[in-house]
């Protein structure tokens, strides 16, 4: 069984910093990206950041200059450092990847419980 388990959500102030971690456990063959989502209250979910397997990472515009994403591909995690954040980032964070569990198996999307991020202005 694949599971992608967050942790590193919580309340802090505005300016202040997070940082979310996510570990992919079970049988993967490979992992090809690896990122996060969030979803604000009554919003659509939203790329925040992702990161490919050779590391090319995408970023939300919203979030350039101030979140880092990093991989730790020998033991797929993948970390979401968030600096000066804003009241705006509110919301539930998920973790993202696209993977396959063996050669033959076709890849697919996994992903976590979403881990709740809040931030008080």
């Known amino acids: 069984q694949v599971q992608l388990v967050e942790s590193g959500g919580g309340l802090v102030q505005a300016g202040g910093s997070l940082r979310l971690s996510c570990a992919a456990s079970?049988?993967?063959?490979?992992?090809?990206?690896m990122g996060w989502y969030r979803q604000g209250a009554g919003e659509q979910r939203e790329l925040v950041a992702t990161?490919?397997?050779?590391?090319?990472?995408n970023y939300a515009d919203s979030v350039k200059g101030r979140f880092t994403i990093s991989r730790d591909n020998a033991k797929n995690t993948v970390y979401l450092q968030m600096n000066s954040l804003k009241p705006e980032d509110t919301a539930v964070y998920y973790c993202?990847?696209?993977?396959?569990?063996?050669?033959?198996?076709?890849?697919?999307?996994?992903w976590g419980q979403g881990t709740q991020v809040t931030v008080s202005s």
């Open positions: 990161s490919t397997s050779g590391g090319s990472t």
């Open positions: 079970g049988r993967f063959f490979s992992i090809n990206y």
């Open positions: 993202y990847a696209n993977g396959r569990a063996s050669a033959l198996a076709i890849f697919r999307d996994y």
